[in-house]
């Protein structure tokens, strides 16, 4: 489809930022110009994004009229109620019947084919109620999952619906965060245990902070948005150094997976998504830790991010009311602007900009609640380009740490300010693949040594998306490229002193050799699990790599891989390290860390057979 003249016109005036190179403003569109080679904009076309699908029905004399605005769309609507209050995880139960999209646009009768022995949460008795629906196209392929809130017995009107939410996050001893979206701007009411808080404005995005409570215990919580009201509860966190039991779960890599029906949601692998869900709150986990490649991604239009990222959210939802979800960033969440010949394909692709509304950090941060407690950006570091102005995209909430009794967990950001296109970073300048760059890399070493310091905190985990040692996959980069330490990113033209090796080499040093409460590293990326052995006897370079330049590591910790949530599978690699890898599997898995005190179990599972993956003592007392 072809771009609209308003994107022209909007891309033609976006300013470039002073961290890129080559990259100027065209006739019409932005232009990469290098050794004679024009590259002009790929400009993001008009597809389907979370705004075809939220406030797409409207109210009818006997039920629901949904218009998509896309004419092309052809496909089934499936739809029924969600009965709030009848089970702890309400879903919709979809209803015998179907509706014919035709057009970009469905109906459905609620009046006369939903009533009687089929009124399962007494609408025709209270008045209103709230369904799910579920977009199909022609193809089979899931589009979306939402729901509607609506009033009367016929006609029936549109009310404010919670379509996001709620979800339980930054949970501390003596309080959380509720978030959630509604449909329309509202004022809404959270209660938890004798506190009220009304909202005094109202907003679409909500987030409701709570403070003043008990440490670990148990509080239901009630959202009121409008005249609907739904309950949950959740747990605040032990007072730091309690050493009390419990456990915290982790995995990567959700994105769409093959087998077709809900192993793609558009962009997400809802199903394994919400088994691993699933098996997290059989296991009553007190967190949950997700870093990165939530969803396909590498898209150009925002709108449609947000879609993908809404399918993702739907997946944990029914679980995500109860606990909390850390979520970091990983390749896959890439919000690019892409560059092509003349009738050629995309050969250039940079993180989009303007940075402070469409990079994909600010997108990611716009659609998740982390902690604010992480570097500002990469300005200020040796290679800013202005030092008085803000060049680089924000670290905020996908650069963070938090506690949780006796843990404490370092998340960072191995994509930050990602260009896909890696050959021609050289060109644009770019973030690389794997890298951590120099702020956050300062900012890592003063996390490590406050954590170090902290008598309340025993164990430390990091986590990155992309491994220090891939072994499927990825040894092709992430942080090895098959042990060439030349690539690196690039800033305005001019490369960072260093190497890919180097950068990993001084991260090891810090959580190894300067740190005694690290234990393990949790990535993902590469499609598989695996627990890899990092110590002193562990071979961590080619033959060909300077001696002068290696480090010796003084202690062994652990590499973590856990990209099995669902994404498509890589198979094993030999890399110089394999002998000190174990329980390499493509199966789908959901690791489960039980802290008790000083000792810390590994417990990995299969979330669809249940079945054990692996079980290790990572510490024991």
């Not at 729901?147 to 959380?176: M, N």
């Not at 995209?393 to 260009?419: C, K, M, Q, R």
């Not at 090891?508 to 393990?520: E, H, I, R």
């Amino acid at each position: 489809m072809e771009a609209s003249l308003s994107s022209r016109l909007s891309a033609q005036s976006v300013k470039v930022p002073a961290v890129h190179s080559n990259i100027e403003s065209g006739a019409e569109q932005l232009e990469v110009s290098v050794n004679n080679t024009l590259y002009k904009e790929v400009l993001a076309e008009q597809t389907i994004g979370l705004n075809n699908f939220v406030n797409s029905a409207k109210g009818t004399k006997d039920g629901l009229a949904f218009n998509f605005n896309l004419p092309w769309l052809e496909g089934t609507l499936y739809y029924g109620f969600i009965p709030y209050g009848d089970s702890k995880h309400p879903q919709p139960v979809f209803f015998k019947r179907d509706a014919e999209i035709s057009g970009g646009k469905a109906q459905m009768n609620i009046k006369d084919q939903m009533s009687g022995r089929y009124d399962m949460i007494g609408w025709a008795k209270n008045g209103k109620g709230t369904l799910g629906y579920r977009v199909m196209n022609q193809h089979g392929l899931i589009l979306y999952e939402g729901r509607v809130s609506f009033t009367g017995t016929g006609p029936f009107k549109i009310d404010a619906t919670v379509v996001e939410g709620p979800f339980v996050d930054c949970v501390h001893p003596s309080g959380a965060t509720i978030s959630f979206e509604t449909n329309k701007k509202v004022k809404a009411t959270l209660s938890v245990g004798d506190q009220v808080i009304e909202e005094d404005k109202a907003k679409t995005h909500h987030e409701i902070v709570l403070s003043d409570l008990a440490a670990n215990t148990a509080f239901q919580y009630t959202l009121t948005v409008g005249d609907n009201s739904q309950s949950y509860s959740f747990t605040t966190a032990p007072e730091p150094g309690e050493r009390k039991p419990f456990i915290f779960a982790y995995a990567s890599d959700s994105r769409s997976g093959q087998g077709g029906g809900e192993r793609d949601v558009y962009g997400a692998n809802y199903y394994i998504m919400k088994k691993i869900m699933a098996l997290a709150s059989l296991k009553e986990i007190s967190f949950m830790q997700f870093s990165g490649d939530l969803i396909n991604g590498y898209l150009n239009n925002v709108d449609e991010t947000h879609l993908q990222y809404a399918n993702w959210k739907r997946a944990i939802e029914p679980f995500a009311h109860y606990f909390p979800v850390y979520i970091s960033m990983g390749n896959h969440e890439a919000l690019v602007r892409n560059f092509a010949k003349e009738g050629g394909r995309p050969a250039i692709s940079v993180d989009r900009f303007p940075y402070a509304t469409e990079s994909a950090e600010a997108i990611f941060s716009a659609n998740f609640v982390n902690p604010h407690n992480g570097p500002a950006s990469e300005d200020g570091a040796s290679y800013d380009p202005n030092k008085k102005k803000t060049d680089f995209p924000s670290y905020e909430e996908n650069v963070f740490s938090y506690t949780y009794d006796n843990v404490g967990v370092i998340v960072l950001n191995s994509d930050y300010w990602y260009a896909p296109s890696t050959p021609a970073i050289k060109l644009t300048s770019g973030g690389l693949h794997g890298y951590i760059m120099d702020q956050q890399l300062a900012w890592l070493e003063q996390e490590l040594a406050k954590l170090e310091a902290d008598a309340n905190i025993d164990h430390v985990f990091i986590t990155q998306h992309t491994p220090c040692f891939p072994n499927g996959g990825h040894v092709q980069d992430d942080m090895w490229y098959n042990g060439n330490n030349q690539y690196r990113p690039y800033v305005s033209g001019k490369a960072l002193e260093k190497g890919i090796i180097e950068r990993r080499d001084q991260i090891l040093d810090l959580l190894v050799n300067k740190s005694q409460k690290v234990l393990a590293i949790m990535t993902g990326d590469e499609h598989n699990y695996a627990r890899t052995e990092i110590g002193p006897d562990t071979p961590i370079y080619t033959d060909a790599y300077p001696e002068e330049q290696r480090i010796q590591l003084s202690r062994t910790i652990y590499q973590v891989n856990n990209g099995a949530a669902g994404a498509p599978y890589y198979s094993q690699e030999q890399t110089p390290w394999s002998d000190k890898v174990s329980g390499f599997t493509t199966q789908n898995a959901l690791v489960l860390f039980h802290v008790e005190g000083k000792k810390v179990h590994m417990e990995v599972r299969n979330p669809d057979t249940l079945e054990e993956v692996d079980s290790f003592t990572l510490r024991d007392e």
